[in-house]
């Protein structure tokens, strides 16, 4: 089994300590350590870990001037926001990397992740919205639009991932948000390619669009090719009223909220994925800890 920390994980100056007890704790149980570059990393954390003597794999873009946006047209938009991914990569000598690829538009998409709404806003057309929320109207995924963009993603993916035979590139499902495209199992089924799954992402999604979470877990993870797996608790409620802070939270992993992380992880353990990202915002050993003995006295 693979455990990595996001770089979400890293919000103090400890950076480098804080690597170091997590990943001995997760080598001291017999499991591989990893990092996770987020698409939201700066240049002055990638340079402080860059060197280490770890494996890494990339949520992309990263340092990229606009998102991946497999849904729009023109294939070449997508290949030039792949580039500079493409190139830390080779840098870090990483084959796997994972994105967020499917938005309702034509509009470039500013890679501004500490504005991630906005920038949504300003390139995404507001009809998309449910009411005055910030999640996707359901109804869109019923229509004749949405199944051209769905067309023109699963083209697009097929054709990035012949560009670059080497890299493992997933598509990781998103959060119900305004305009994004990949948000229920059978959206993820329907695309064919391998997937980086966001149980988080998921958990949002399955309130909104009213199907049942745990099914559709199990489901994605034997219909699809899961690589890895997104972990954190959402603390959002299965009453949930469709507004901030609720939605895609991000939290440390508890037991106190709807979301069930022991059947999650059993969940997860009964299909065999055994590649996690702790994508916890300053995650750290106390998450690891949660995630190791839940995964270790769960029933496969």
Request: hydrophobic share 35%; with cysteine.
């Amino acid at each position: 089994m693979k455990i990595e920390l996001s770089t979400m994980c890293f919000s103090s100056d400890d950076v480098i300590a804080k690597i170091q007890r997590c990943r001995n704790l997760i080598e001291s149980h017999g499991f591989e350590f990893g990092i996770q570059l987020h698409n939201s990393v700066t240049k002055e954390l990638y340079d402080k870990i860059k060197g280490l003597d770890t494996k890494f794999t990339i949520h992309a873009p990263v340092f990229s001037d606009y998102f991946i946006n497999l849904a729009n047209d023109d294939f070449h938009t997508s290949l030039d926001a792949f580039q500079k991914t493409a190139h830390v990569m080779q840098s870090l000598q990483s084959n796997v990397a994972l994105f967020h690829g499917f938005f309702m538009t034509q509009k470039p998409i500013k890679n501004d992740p500490a504005h991630y709404g906005k920038v949504l806003r300003d390139a995404i057309d507001n009809k998309y919205r449910l009411k005055d929320t910030r999640v996707m109207d359901p109804k869109f995924l019923e229509t004749e639009e949405f199944r051209k963009y769905q067309n023109t993603v699963k083209k697009n993916m097929k054709h990035l991932r012949e560009r670059y035979p080497s890299y493992t590139l997933c598509l990781e499902n998103d959060f119900p948000g305004i305009g994004n495209g990949n948000q229920t199992p059978a959206h993820m089924i329907y695309l064919d390619c391998p997937i980086w799954l966001d149980t988080g992402h998921l958990w949002a999604s399955s309130i909104l669009n009213k199907f049942d979470f745990y099914t559709g877990l199990d489901e994605v993870c034997k219909l699809c090719q899961v690589i890895g797996v997104h972990l954190n608790t959402n603390r959002t409620p299965l009453d949930w009223n469709l507004k901030y802070p609720d939605g895609d939270t991000h939290s440390h992993f508890s037991r106190e909220y709807d979301m069930n992380m022991d059947k999650i992880i059993s969940i997860l353990k009964k299909n065999d994925v055994n590649h996690f990202t702790i994508e916890v915002i300053d995650g750290d050993v106390e998450d690891i800890s949660f995630l190791i003995e839940t995964y270790q006295s769960v029933y496969q």
